[in-house]
């Protein structure tokens, strides 16, 4: 009878500290503010991830830099700092993955149908495979959108740029991007720009409308020229130690919290970015203009010469493969467009009898 006590003393402290076991805890760090589309989907993973494992896992979600500004955030995940971040592409070139490049090659997405369809893909699987060797395991693709230029004066032909100090993330490619504009790059982190735009240190720089209007460069920019000439999205990464160390029924259920996240970060990132533009419109210290299709015609000319310049590094096949991509798609569109007029056209001709 004692031995069986002591048994029972032990099975109910083993499930006691069982019970009270320490959740798994991943750090989130990212660098724009939470109301931005990538912020508002860290919230929603957080929800997401803590609902799905009964509290196994607790999301910590660092915004606006808090922990680590860009240059820093990757070397972090490969530390075990951090566990998760959803870093823009142009951060992977510099560690190494210069296939990430791509997303930042000027005009190479006509349109968001063309971006998904790269990124979820057999493209997105082999850009994700190149990260195991820097020890991290890509999880999901996020949207910003497409980025647009701004200065304190206009920007309407490409002959406007020159002279101009154009803050850039780091990448080879948005240097070579704002150079073939004539414009002079200057590398910064994010959380650095607004101040910099304040002081005179950079003239102008490019992002998609919600990162522009939440870090309140409209405060700072007298202009903002709709281009939609470059794109800036995030690739949602984890620590690859970490991630292949979780119980398997937890990453099962984190990985379905991070579907879910990304269905809505994408819904809603579009949407973020409208609603942005809107409210600089509203807030009349910025003059918002919008590139005639002639003058965007002259912008792309002046920057594809940047896709063939980066072919030897990023991959001459990957680069074709997108356009190929984007090439179908717009078969596929006109295809549709061609039934949808005889059905308007009958409808049209009944009207009139």
């Not at 402290?13 to 860290?42: E, M, N, Q, Y």
Request: proline share 4%; hydrophobic share 40%.
């Amino acid at each position: 009878m004692k031995n069986m006590s002591v048994l029972l003393g032990v099975l109910l402290l083993s499930c006691s500290a069982i019970t009270l076991a320490d959740p798994i805890v991943i750090k989130f760090s990212h660098v724009v503010a939470p109301d931005t589309p990538k912020g508002r989907a860290a919230e929603k993973f957080k929800l997401l991830a803590e609902e799905k494992t009964k509290g196994q896992v607790k999301v910590e979600v660092y915004p606006n830099s808090q922990l680590y500004k860009d240059r820093e955030e990757l070397e972090a995940l490969q530390l075990g700092s951090v566990q998760m971040l959803a870093p823009s592409m142009a951060k992977f070139g510099p560690m190494g993955a210069r296939e990430f490049e791509v997303f930042d090659l000027p005009y190479i997405f006509p349109d968001i149908t063309v971006l998904h369809r790269v990124m979820d893909g057999e493209v997105g699987k082999k850009l994700f495979a190149k990260l195991d060797t820097k020890g991290l395991t890509g999880l999901a693709f996020w949207d910003n959108g497409f980025k647009q230029m701004s200065s304190n004066r206009p920007m309407h032909n490409v002959s406007d740029f020159k002279g101009m100090k154009m803050r850039i993330q780091s990448s080879k490619v948005l240097d070579a991007q704002m150079k073939a504009l004539g414009a002079i790059p200057q590398s910064m982190a994010f959380s650095e720009v607004y101040s910099a735009l304040q002081q005179g240190v950079v003239d102008g720089t490019e992002n998609p409308n919600s990162n522009f209007y939440t870090q309140k460069m409209n405060e700072v920019q007298k202009h903002l020229t709709i281009s939609n000439h470059g794109y800036l999205g995030y690739a949602v990464v984890v620590n690859k130690k970490f991630w292949d160390g979780l119980p398997v029924d937890v990453r099962k259920e984190l990985t379905a919290a991070m579907k879910e996240a990304t269905e809505f970060e994408r819904n809603i990132a579009q949407k973020d970015n409208d609603e942005a533009l809107e409210k600089v419109r509203a807030a009349k210290t910025t003059e918002v203009y919008v590139l005639t299709e002639s003058e965007r015609e002259a912008w792309r000319k002046a920057l594809l010469p940047v896709h063939g310049e980066f072919e030897s590094v990023i991959g001459k096949d990957l680069i074709q493969g997108v356009y190929d991509i984007a090439s179908q798609v717009a078969k596929e569109q006109a295809a549709q467009e061609t039934k949808k007029k005889p059905a308007n056209q009958s409808h049209s001709d009944k009207k009139k009898q």
